[in-house]
């Protein structure tokens, strides 16, 4: 660990920066990962993309259908290429709190700077903040890594910003990704000051929330590498020009990519947003492959649509 228990909070301001991105899995068509595509993504996204971190084991990352041993080796394999460098986080993502803490404590050993914790699915509990806070209580006692929590509506909930900042007492407890409406997480944002690192993951909000919230990270979904490409770093010019107060020239750069940004949104089929990335990752040239139950593939009627979106989206290859 580069940090102990007590300085996590410092350590995060310092370094839970910049764009940080949640790689997908490649896998091959017999559903087994692609290792090698796997790693070739992910130095593209750092040499050529200029990606600042990257968040392993997401739900773009199909964790719910990979095993423990292969939760571990992606971690492994991504913490691995991003060589201390750039900034790793891994999602520990399950029901079951040992499942969590083994998943931790792996992600911890192999050199990840940070986790992710989702909120726990509640059944039939209405009141449930202090269930929230006494789970993450047992958690982060017995971790030492900085945890990042991510209230999202998947849970069947989101965390009221007073609730994140009851949690945020615990000392471990770095931030909270925050997938809930703009006005909450407004709010959790000036309640946090400089206690704690608040982000979501909507690309389209990230260029506002610097200018009117003041924040330093964009944490984390794939939108940085579908939308880039070596020739065309539009997102990662337009958050240098931010950060640098140059607002007017990040406000061009960020509308320039409108085109981009509707391309993928009217190509996506509803129901299939991973086969839908992972074709427009090979589009670009990247791995991509097949999917794994229960996620389904595209039809050849929606391949084509993808083409046809990606071929008039202006994104310079």
């Known amino acids: 660990m580069k940090y102990s228990r007590l300085e996590a909070k410092d350590y995060a301001r310092a370094h839970l920066r910049g764009i940080w991105a949640a790689p997908l899995n490649p896998m091959h068509s017999d559903f087994s990962i692609d290792e090698e595509g796997l790693r070739a993504n992910i130095r593209h996204w750092i040499d050529d993309l200029d990606i ?3 968040c392993a084991c997401s739900k773009l990352g199909e964790c719910g259908s990979l095993s423990l041993a292969e ?3 992606v971690a492994e394999i991504i913490i691995e290429e991003c060589g201390g460098d750039t900034g790793t ?3 520990c ?7 969590v803490l083994e998943l931790a404590r792996h992600a911890q050993d192999a050199g990840a700077d940070f986790i992710v914790i989702h909120t726990p699915v509640l059944p ?19 971790l030492d890594i900085g945890v990042i929590v991510w209230s999202h509506p998947d849970a069947g909930y989101v965390l009221s910003p007073e609730s994140c900042v009851e949690l945020a007492r615990i000392p471990n407890i770095v931030g909270f990704k925050y997938s809930g409406p703009r006005p909450m997480y407004a709010a959790l944002t000036r309640m946090a000051g400089e206690n704690f ?6 690309e389209t909000e990230w260029l506002q ?27 990662r010019e337009y958050t240098d020009f931010a950060m640098r107060g140059e607002v007017e020239k990040a406000r061009e750069i960020h509308g320039s990519l409108e085109q981009v940004r509707q391309a993928l949104r009217s190509s996506r089929p509803s129901g299939k947003p991973h086969a839908h990335q992972k074709y427009w990752l090979e589009l670009l040239g990247q791995t991509g492959g097949s999917v794994r139950r229960p996620m389904l593939e595209l039809t050849d009627a929606e391949k084509a649509n993808v083409l046809a979106a990606f071929q008039g989206c202006g994104l310079q290859l």
Do not use: H
Request: proline share 3%; charged share 25%; glycine share 4%.
């Open 89 to 91: 986080a891994v999602t």
């Open 197 to 202: 690192v608040v982000t979501c993951g909507s």
């Open 93 to 99: 993502m399950d029901q079951n709190p040992d499942t």
């Open 209 to 235: 929330n610097i200018t009117e919230l003041g924040w330093q990270l964009y944490f984390s979904n794939s939108w940085p590498y579908l939308m880039q490409t070596r020739n065309d770093r539009r997102i």
């Open 124 to 142: 039939l509990v209405v009141e449930r903040c202090e269930t929230v806070r006494v789970y993450f209580e047992y958690l982060c006692s017995k």
């Open 52 to 54: 600042d971190g990257m």
């Open 71 to 73: 939760l571990k080796r």
